[in-house]
């Protein structure tokens, strides 16, 4: 082989591989993604059941139940829709009723949202920004709650 | 008062910085000797400035001076010594502040120890490397003062989030810094070569060791985080691949890239443009994770209170650097000239192989993470990108790369002869099968492909072990001519087969973990059991304890396995009330192959608690992989070619002499 040759074959290695990543990425894109919603979004989607899921918003006070040895019931609400959830494991530290929170998870026929992961990684300084950018959607976003640094009272 | 002079230090070192940046490259342009020797001594100035004000800082920590907001916002007075320290970067701040300190102290070390450095060479390195502290001390300086001072002050601080006191976060910042800012020598390294127009034999071998230490710290800084996610999110996982921890492991695996290829710009004056890009990206990649930390556009422990302005300055300082050096590649690279011959079947070869692949692996994890970013900020849909994308396309990237690994490290430079080192790998290989076949036969859970993830796991350990072997003779000579050979067998071989080795461990944690751990959801009531897998597991109590500055829920565990008692095992939840916060204190017992992993969730309502427990194959193997491999990487740097004025003495030594 020549030196131009070598060359070429070089890039055309790196071409393939490079097409292959692409191919790889744009694959698992197709499959792989999972939506964000509200539960005012979920309330005009229609969503089937079986399709995969994020849905966020506040934890409504005073919905939060034992219904089973190991599973919990609450509803998220942008303050316009509700979801009932429901979650069977133990919820993350930072779970508290009237806070923000994201669950993930599927609908079911009958309306509900059954998670298998709930993700309430904030504090009270802080907000999911989806959370945040659902209740500004709802126009039930207050400026200074949750997203302004140290809100909170001492 | 202290603190003022923090600020001040603060403000001069900003000065220096600045002169820094312009006197030594105006020197180097003219040759003057004279404006090139401030580098020097503005790059020791610049680093004791900045450690007088990281020292004003954690002295305002220890001493719990809440006068100091930042102080008042972050730390509490009944905090454990060691949590009152590492609170000083347990904030957006001073985890800034930590990020410059660490900055001037490599570019100290430049001063220092670059006495070999041609002096142009080492002024133009300097100033580049002052003009990314010039960026992020007029970044905190700005935007991210740490002196403000609170009046009237508070009598008590708000403490630290509970999450970040743990011994495993403590340290887990200063690593990753170092990893990420040890990139900045490599970019400035990599400007500098690019204003200079050359780039020769001797400057891959001055990049390497920068390289090498960044990519040790990174590594180390990577596995701690990860193993702090084990232990206390109380999920029991390893890796999330949350864009927060992709944002690590981007710069680490074009780091990895660029330390091999920097390996073949060295020895065959090859690669060279190609070093230098992957310099850039290796560091641009690190700034791209600090914005996306730093910033709040992500929802993490990391994102500390977040500030639009910040995220807005940070973009600025990125675009800046990384469309900078971007540019003077496009216009300086054509110079660089390429010399050495490629064979594809030779080390050269292999290494670009290795380089293209993990370049795809970078770029795969890149788009997975930034896509979702760039999706909601075109008021896109918001989505995520989890697990299963990265399976699909990282995952298949990696495993031809990991096949290739010990092939390539045994063929020898400019033309290789694939069939000798094929042979000295029949041991490993068969090995592998041996592995294969007995995972089939006796595991009879867990997927099929677990045996060959395993089989690929013991041909990366084996194969580092069986190219030792071939360089000391173990297999073909006396054992005291293979002890000699070892003696002289240069560190870099050494280090290269405990990364190799290491990283085979990682595989095998990696792949144990993903087949065939077991998990458990159960509530239990005091006095009853449950089974996982061959463990039986009874909660004989529950009560509360009085930590130092928290109360914890402890459920005390009775394990046993068969008929053997295993003890108890006491996971807790621990409730700090000044924080108003919770953490999961998982309990963990390790036999070095497997951990027993339990946390403690509510009270359920119904008399039981909610207990979560897993076995966790192979987990311990995923840090102790890691570990391995970042030891390798201290071993490398302790090769004397890589030694600080070496190229001359190390050729005098290298003489046959007496064991050191």
Known sequence: MTRKNRRAAFIALGLAILAGAVGLVLNAMRDNIVFFYSPSEIAEKALGPGTRIRLGGMVEKGTLKHVGPTTVSFNITDYRKTVAVSYTGILPDLFREGQGVVAEGMMTPDGAFVADTVLAKHDEKYMPPEVAAALKKSGRWQEGEGAQPYVKAP | MIAELGHFALILAFAVALIQMIVPMIGAHRRDAGLMGIARTAALAQFALIAFTFGVLVHAFVTSDFSLSLVAENSHSTKPLIYKISGVWGNHEGSMVLWVLILSLYGALVAVFGSNLPDHLRARVLAVQASIGVAFIGFILLTSNPFLRLDPAPFEGRGLNPLLQDPGLAFHPPFLYAGYVGLSMAFSFAVAALIEGRVDASWARWVRPWTLGAW???????????????????????????????????????????????????????????????????????????????????????????????????????????????????????????????????????????????????????????YPLFLDAMNGPKITVG????????????????????????????????????????????????????????VSKGPWLAALGMALATWLVAGAFFELAWRTGLFSGPFAQTLRKARHLPRAQWGMALAHGGLGIVVAGVVGMTAWRQELVTALKEGESAHLGAYTLTLEKVGMRQGPNYEALVGVVHVQKGKRDLGFMMPEKRRFPVERQEKT???????????????????????????????????????????IMAAGGLVSLTDRRYRVGAPSRARARSLPQPAE
């Open chain 2, 216 to 370: 040790t710290a990174l590594t180390v800084g990577i596995a701690m985080g990860s193993w702090w996610a084990y232990y206390t999110l109380g999920w029991g996982g390893f890796w999330f691949w949350d864009p927060v921890e992709n944002a690590s492991l981007m710069p680490w695996i074009v780091a990895t890239a660029l330390l091999h290829s920097a390996i073949v710009a060295e020895k065959r004056g090859a690669l060279k443009s190609w070093t230098i890009l992957l310099a850039i990206f290796a560091f641009s990649l690190s700034l791209v994770g600090t914005f996306l930390v730093r910033s709040g556009v992500l929802n993490s422990v990391h994102a500390f209170a977040s500030d639009p302005m910040r995220g807005v300055v940070i973009l600025g300082i990125v675009t800046v650097f990384v469309g900078g050096a971007l540019a003077l590649y496009g216009w300086r690279a054509p110079l660089l000239k390429a010399e050495g011959m490629f064979a594809p079947m030779s080390r050269e070869g292999a290494l670009i192989v290795n380089n293209l692949l993990l370049t795809a692996a970078a770029f795969a994890v890149f788009i997975g993470t930034l």
């Open chain 2, 387 to 442: 697990p299963p994308f990265f399976n699909m396309t990282f995952v298949p990237i990696m495993v031809p790369l990991l096949i290739l690994v010990p092939l390539g490290s045994l063929l020898g430079w400019k033309r290789a002869d694939l069939v000798a080192a094929l042979e000295r790998l029949m041991g490993a290989g068969a090995l592998a099968v041996i592995v294969c076949i007995g995972v089939l036969a006796f």
């Open chain 2, 585 to 627: 204190e998982a309990a963990i017992r390790t036999n070095g192959i497997s951990d027993l992993y339990v946390v403690i969730g509510d009270d359920n309502g119904q008399g039981g608690w909610t207990i979560r427990a897993y076995e966790n194959s192979f987990a311990p193997w995923i840090w102790a992989g890691a570990i």
